[in-house]
């Protein structure tokens, strides 16, 4: 079955590194998303990655994906205040109509 | 382009009262979605639709839940009647589907629903 699994929680001190982890079960996903969720905002779209890559970086992000493991991660460097918020991990199941399947959402708490 | 557009952004009623939440998708998207989002249930699909048809309503809990599209730009969602548990906050999502690419689906702010 489709299933995307995170933890709920992370605290980091203010300037450390964060990393957020994930894991899916639908081998035949094509992208995995990661969206971010401020108080009372939508979900905003951080990044992407292809399937067919192991690594993408975007300033302070970096994604890496374990195809074989069927685990992505989110790395934050240099974390800041304002990054406090919920993280969404999603997969794009294989089909033409964009359905993603997200988790439950992590909840990144950076502290001085 | 505006991005998504949800209206209302809050909306209180009472129980029994019917509710309408509406949604603007961004111009060219042809696939929209209806989430609801709670600190017990997370992030639920409800339904979504390709070129304006449902493809899928399989997440709308009950038959007091509808949803239409009646054209590529407006897409509504019903409560009636509300219940208390209907307290959340929905949101709408729209992406361009087909082709290639990331195709990453775009969220609009939400509507806060408060049935007392």
């Known amino acids: 079955g489709e299933d995307v699994e995170q933890s709920l929680f992370l605290s980091v001190r203010e300037g450390d590194s964060s990393v957020i982890n994930c894991t899916y079960t639908?081998?035949?996903?094509?992208?995995l998303y990661w969206y971010k969720q401020e108080p009372g905002a939508g979900l905003q779209l951080l990044t992407y990655i292809f399937s067919n890559m192991d690594m993408k970086q975007d300033q302070r992000l970096t994604v890496l994906l374990n195809k074989k493991d069927k685990h992505l991660s989110l790395r934050i460097a240099d974390t800041q205040t304002g990054d406090s918020a919920i993280y969404f991990c999603?997969?794009?199941?294989?089909?033409?109509?964009?359905?993603?399947?997200f988790g439950a959402g992590t909840r990144l708490a950076v502290h001085p | 382009d505006a991005g998504v557009i949800q209206s209302p952004r809050h909306e209180v009623t009472e129980m029994g009262q019917e509710v309408t939440l509406r949604c603007k998708p961004i111009s060219g998207h042809n696939s929209l979605f209806w989430y609801r989002q709670t600190m017990m249930r997370g992030l639920e699909l409800l339904i979504y639709?390709?070129?304006?048809?449902?493809?899928?309503d399989s997440g709308m809990p009950e038959d007091r839940f509808s949803a239409k599209m009646p054209n590529a730009s407006f897409s509504t969602l019903k409560i009636q009647p509300s219940e208390p548990r209907d307290s959340a906050v929905y949101f709408c999502a729209s992406s361009r589907a087909g082709g290639q690419g990331s195709r990453e689906q775009y969220f609009g702010p939400g509507t806060r629903l408060t049935v007392t």
């Open positions: 999603a997969e794009r199941l294989p089909g033409g109509y964009n359905k993603l399947i």
């Open positions: 639709f390709n070129n304006n048809v449902p493809i899928d």
């Open positions: 639908d081998s035949s996903s094509t992208y």
